[in-house]
């Protein structure tokens, strides 16, 4: 599921041809900027603003993003309701005493705090996407040399990203043929049958780390994973409506901070 959603739109989605330089500054940059921001008004705007560029430019499908929102969603409603009652100033909107010793109030401070957490998270999460959907994880990995991060580092998590996909791939196999066989029937064999599945593939795991490190000495590795680097030149159409853009949010930014623009 998580490589057909995240891999899978990664690479076929209209923007995979970008410089992943010129994508990576304008997630980086939204995310910055809705964090930063002390009104809801500018994350809301960069988070509907990303989307239709995800959803239509990029031809993300609706479903696939849709479900990638519907988690952290969920999340950050739940959170929004503690933070809520947690969160005091204000005049008391609404109160409520089940017992005599709790006492639950919800203030205009509590309201106004957590409208603007939950536009920041809204405003950053889909700058996060748009990395995710947009750039392929070979891709960053190659931003990451030229960046000069040690070549150790990023060795070690191609490994590790490979290996999060052949691991499910195994879960799901395992967990499919108990399944089959009726081992989720009845609690106590659900907790028999998840510790197997567990303990198997933690030995598949095992087995299928000597096995690439046979592979690697084989092809005569010496602590340097070579890979190919095709990218694209910065591109100046790509590039300016991404400075635009930024230039843009953050003019709005600027203006709502010193009072030009007034949001009630």
Known sequence: MFETLLDDAAQNNAFRHIHPGTKILLGLGSLVICLVSPTPVVPVLSGLILS??????????????????????????????????????????????????????????AIHQSVLILSRVFGCMVSLFFIAL?????????????????????????????????????????????????GYQRPKESIHSFSMLCGMLFISSWIAGEDIVRAMDCRCYNGIMPSLDPM??????????????????????VAITTGIVVFS
């Open 52 to 109: 239709m560029v995800l959803l239509v430019p990029a031809r993300i499908p609706a479903r696939i993003y849709g479900e990638l929102l519907l988690a952290p969603v969920v999340f950050s409603v739940f959170s929004i309701v503690v933070l809520l009652f947690m969160l005091g100033g204000g005049d008391v909107v609404w109160e409520f005493s089940p017992v005599p010793w709790i006492h639950l109030t919800i203030t205009t401070n």
């Open 134 to 182: 947009t750039i392929p994880m070979t891709d960053l990995f190659n931003v990451m040399k030229r960046c000069r991060v040690p070549v150790e580092l990023i060795d070690l998590m191609m490994i590790m990203y490979r290996y999060i996909f052949i691991f499910y791939d195994q879960a799901k196999e395992i967990w499919q043929a108990q399944k089959m066989r009726l």
């Open 232 to 253: 694209e030149p910065v591109r100046m159409q790509s590039f300016i409506p991404v400075v635009l853009y930024l230039s843009g949010l953050g003019g709005i930014l």
